[in-house]
């Protein structure tokens, strides 16, 4: 019940800093620009990024554990995003999906609430 009202309060927030936040496992509609960041190895590639005003940046998760997308500050989390699950021989499954459109200016920096050796910064310009 607590998560469920931090996540609200999360999209809430968001919502008023010009986010627009999507948790989803497929792949969603977007006709502006996007980006991808991939989480493996206990690191976010690129950890330094710079995008345009509008872009969906959409994060997957590789690592071999949970991680998180949580912005240092009001804006986006994601929760926990699963790790791939199966052998590695065509019988993976895709990990945690998370994305988010970015239609304010700004500096959003972001880190894994599991790891304190995660983090990240995206300029939105």
Do not use: E
Not at 33 to 60: E, L, R
Not at 88 to 108: C, N
């Amino acid at each position: 019940m607590r998560r469920n009202l931090l996540s609200c309060c999360a999209l809430l927030l968001a919502a008023c800093s010009g986010l627009s936040v999507t948790n989803q496992t497929g792949k969603g509609g977007n006709t502006g620009p996007t980006a991808s960041v991939t989480i493996q190895d206990y690191s976010y590639a690129p950890s330094v990024m710079t995008v345009q005003v509008g872009t969906k940046v959409t994060w997957t998760n590789h690592g071999p554990s949970s991680h998180s997308v949580t912005s240092d500050s009001i804006g986006f989390d994601s929760g926990a995003l699963d790790a791939p699950t199966g052998n590695g021989y065509g019988g993976m499954t895709s990990g945690g999906l998370f994305q988010v459109t970015f239609t304010t200016q700004g500096t959003y920096k972001y880190h894994c609430m599991f790891h304190a050796q995660m983090h990240a910064t995206i300029t939105v310009q």
